[in-house]
């Protein structure tokens, strides 16, 4: 097994991070929307929100938040 440089384990921990992070901007950012039309327009609205609904959302983001830490930790932490 080989072992890695310290630089080499930060800069994995950061690439995690960031491609984590576009996955879960790709994941939140795409929406979805509908209009309903009447024949009275005061009954025609239209709704829109994200595709994995709000708590995806903040499951998503959540589950981001807790890697990031995590990296960070892991990161920072000092070896001997």
């Given amino acids: 097994m080989a072992v890695e ?3 080499g384990v930060r800069w994995g921990w950061v690439a995690l991070i960031l491609v984590s992070g576009l996955l ?4 939140t950012g795409v929406t979805r929307g509908a209009c309903y039309d009447s024949s009275d327009p005061a009954l025609s609205y239209c709704e829109s929100g994200p595709v994995i ?3 995806g959302v903040w499951i998503v983001w959540t589950l981001w938040l807790g890697l990031a830490v ?8 000092r070896r001997p």
């Avoid at 879960?24 to 994941?27: G, I, K, T």
């Avoid at 995590?70 to 932490?77: I, W």
């Fill in 5 to 7: 440089g310290r630089g």
């Fill in 24 to 27: 879960a901007v790709l994941l």
């Fill in 53 to 55: 609904g709000v708590a």
């Fill in 70 to 77: 995590l990296g960070a930790v892991r990161m920072l932490r």
